[in-house]
């Protein structure tokens, strides 16, 4: 009983301290990443993995009308071998991907740059057809996992006023 005690008391310490230094949430009204939504054009290559990681990202930042900064993301995927059977067979893939970006400002001012990288599998053990929906799938999940990355990486920028 003691242990939780002390315990709440350790993480009310924490809370107050974080607040107390001026801590606001990106998302929070005011915060950096809500000056991004609505206002940045992304620009990726025109392959399905660049459509699937663009809809992403338009998805997390918002359609912008009137941008004032541009978001310019490279996809590079590659297909790798996991799982083989004992006569050779592949069982499973893993599509590895990495997304380079940069925010730019209208003005040429660069406010950012990074790259992300993730990976996801699918199996290779049915039909031709539902081997070629999974890697679809796969490639699909991926640009979604690396979006949702550089959106995070956006969250860490400090944008200016």
């Known amino acids: 009983m003691l242990y939780k005690l002390a315990s ?3 993480v009310l310490l924490a809370l107050m301290a974080v607040g107390a230094c ?3 949430p990106a ?7 809500l000056k991004l939504r609505n206002t940045v054009a992304v620009s990726a290559p025109d392959t399905i993995a660049g459509f699937a990681i663009r809809s992403r990202l338009i998805d ?7 941008p004032i900064a541009t978001l310019s993301v490279n996809v590079e995927e590659a297909l790798d071998v996991a799982a083989q ?3 050779g067979a ?3 893939y893993n599509v590895v991907g990495a997304a380079g970006w940069q925010l730019t400002a209208a003005d040429g001012t660069v406010w950012g740059s990074g ?3 993730g990976f996801t599998s699918y199996a290779a053990t049915g039909s031709t057809v539902a081997t070629q929906s999974a890697a679809t799938d796969a490639v699909g999940r991926l640009m ?3 979006g949702d990355k550089v959106v995070a990486q956006l969250m860490l920028l400090d944008l200016p006023q």
Do not use: E, K
């Open 8 to 10: 709440r008391r350790a």
């Open 22 to 24: 001026g801590f606001t």
């Open 27 to 33: 998302l929070a009204p005011g915060g950096d990443m």
């Open 60 to 66: 997390r930042l918002g359609r912008a009308t009137a």
């Open 85 to 87: 059977s004992q006569s």
């Open 90 to 92: 592949t069982l499973r």
């Open 115 to 117: 790259q992300v990288d």
């Open 144 to 146: 979604i996992i690396l």
